[in-house]
């Protein structure tokens, strides 16, 4: 069984920043794709960003520019530094990572942007 410990939510404000941290639980596995998802109050699941083992990233058009992911693979933990916040940002973030064929999930850490 994987498991993923996310950290580094809290409460910001707008214009400010904060990383996010996901470190999958260690073993005799190899972890594949990594992401971050979020989803606001009222609002489907949606992906922010996503980079595969090699380290090439893709983001959601909302947060081009703003959002760097990155991965270190020896400690099996993905980042996500998130630059000039915005209230719309504000969601609980999941990571997910896809390890033997089967996607895993965090439990979910908030972030708020207040104005």
């Known amino acids: 069984q994987v498991q993923l410990v996310e950290s580094g939510g809290g409460l910001v404000q707008a214009g400010g920043s904060l990383r996010l941290s996901c470190a999958a639980s260690?073993?005799?596995?190899?972890?594949?794709?990594m992401g971050w998802y979020r989803q606001a109050p009222g609002k489907q699941r949606e992906l922010v960003a996503t980079i595969t083992r090699g380290g090439s990233p893709n983001y959601a058009d909302s947060v081009k520019g703003r959002f760097t992911i990155s991965r270190d693979n020896a400690q099996n933990t993905v980042y996500l530094q998130m630059n000039n916040l915005k209230p719309e940002d504000t969601a609980v973030y999941y990571c997910?990572?896809?390890?033997?064929?089967?996607?895993?999930w965090g439990q979910g850490t908030q972030v708020t942007v207040s104005t």
């Open positions: 260690r073993g005799f596995f190899t972890v594949n794709d």
């Open positions: 997910n990572a896809w390890v033997r064929g089967s996607r895993y």
